[in-house]
């Protein structure tokens, strides 16, 4: 079975500061991971995605995110937090291996940047 | 190119009113998903077609709800009658292929239903 499980709800940091956001996840086959990230009254964006290739991942706007099979996380990272960051971020697993490709969200984290 | 386009974007309704959010996925993209948002919830999946097919509709919480994809690029979901717990935000979203393809949500329709 797939889970994903975003260990805070809620993360503040200051502006200029690093970022860190955890995501943990359970897959039955090899997994496909995402990011999204939502801004207010906005629809979900993709920040990034592992499917296969590199373990360290970058995305856009600075972010970028490890996969770690051995702790099976996938943990969300930027080395220097800006106001725009400020949203909800989500933490997606689906198989690559399931003929279904039924993704599984986490409940998410909202992230807050303190000027 | 145009994304996943969803409408309306708003829409309030009065409880027991029928209630169709319209989807057109991105052109070429053969995987369509509905997804619904609460506070109380997060998000989750309601029904997904591939290749205009229903796939999984186990999301699809009763019997007022009903999904169509009736083409390629179109798909509708109704609710009838609605009520008030089904104020939410309902996203649509696409994809290439179903294997761990990157999935693109439109804006939402924000629904409330007084």
């Known amino acids: ?115 | 190119d145009a994304g996943v386009i969803q409408s309306p974007r708003h829409e309030v309704t009065e409880m027991g009113q029928e209630v169709t959010l319209r989807c057109k996925p991105i052109s070429g993209h053969n995987s369509l998903f509905w997804y619904r948002q609460t506070m109380m919830r997060g998000l989750e999946l309601l029904i997904y077609f591939n290749n205009n097919v229903p796939i999984d509709d186990s999301g699809m919480p009763e019997d007022r709800f009903s999904a169509k994809m009736p083409n390629a690029s179109f798909s509708t979901l109704k609710i009838q009658p609605s009520e008030p717990r089904d104020s939410a935000v309902y996203f649509c979203a696409s994809s290439l292929g179903t294997h761990g393809n990157t999935i693109y949500f439109g804006e939402g329709s924000w629904l409330t239903v007084v």
């Open chain 1, 1 to 115: 079975a797939q889970s994903v499980t975003q260990l805070d709800s809620h993360v503040s940091v200051s502006e200029g500061t690093p970022v860190l956001l955890r995501c943990n996840y359970s897959s039955s086959y090899s997994p496909s991971l995402f990011w999204y990230v939502q801004h207010p009254n906005k629809g979900l964006q993709l920040l990034l995605k592992y499917t296969s290739a590199a373990t360290l991942v970058k995305g856009i706007n600075g972010f970028e995110a490890e996969f770690k099979k051995s702790e099976t996380s996938f943990h969300l990272t930027k080395p220097s937090a800006h106001m725009s960051d400020a949203a909800e971020y989500f933490c997606v697993v689906t198989d690559r291996g399931s003929t279904l490709g039924r993704l599984y969200f986490g409940r998410g984290t909202q992230l807050t940047v303190w000027p």
